[in-house]
Structures are given as C-alpha cells and as structure tokens.
C-alpha cells in the first residue's frame, strides 16, 4: 500500500505561481504511473495531469496545457506539480494518486488506486 501526502498549497496572486509536491511512503513510486487532480466546491474532481513510473511521457488537460508541468523523482519518491499563470479558476484542492499501471496516462479517477489528502490552492484576482 501507497500513503501519499501532498503540499505546497496556499493562497496566491493571480498570475503567480506554486510548486506542489506529493511525497509517498509504504511502496517506491517508480512502480506507477502518477497523476494529479483538483475538486473546486461543488464540482467533480477533475483530471489535471499525468505521468508514467520513469518520467517519459506525460498527459495534461487541455485547460492546463502550457501552465503546468508534472514531472517525478524516483530517488526522494515524490511526484511534483508545478503551476504558473495561475487564474482564478485554478482554485481547488489539487490530490496526488498513483496508479498500479506503470505505463498508464489516466485520465478517469476510477483508475488510480491510492489517494492522497489533498493540498488547497486560493487564487486570488
């Protein structure tokens, strides 16, 4: 089993950025694939951006694409997010997952099997 635990969140200025983390422990993440996502209030968790158990490719939602970038170190076992031109629309909580399949670039929650507790983002305009 996977624990993950995210952060780097807060409250930032419109057009800032922030680099979030997700720190695992109980398995290596080099075994998954890893993705981000985000839940606004009163909304569905949606899909933010994936990668697989090396690095090599990555996935992102059209709504992200060219702001943000996820990337991993299998060494400290911990996936990254990093956000910039940040707008007001990106205020959620942004959860880390992994998912079993190394190779997998998921975008549907019903395929990551470990959750982590999530990290609040507060865009301010």
């Known amino acids: 089993q996977v624990q993950l635990v995210e952060s780097g969140g807060g409250l930032v200025q419109a057009g800032g950025s922030l680099r979030l983390s997700c720190a695992a422990s109980g398995r290596r993440l080099i075994t998954y694939a890893m993705g981000w996502f985000r839940q606004a209030p009163g909304k569905e968790r949606e899909f933010v951006a994936a990668?697989?158990?090396?690095?090599?490719?990555?996935y992102y939602a059209d709504s992200v694409k060219g702001r943000f970038t996820i990337s991993r170190d299998n060494v400290r076992n911990t996936l990254y997010l990093q956000i910039n031109s940040l707008k007001p629309e990106d205020t959620a909580v942004y959860y880390c997952?992994?998912?079993?399949?190394?190779?997998?670039?998921?975008?549907?929650?019903?395929?990551?099997?470990?959750w982590g507790q999530g990290t609040q983002v507060t865009i301010s305009s």
């Open positions: 997952a992994a998912n079993k399949k190394p190779i997998a670039l998921d975008r549907q929650v019903g395929e990551y099997d470990y």
């Open positions: 990668i697989t158990w090396n690095g090599g490719s990555t």
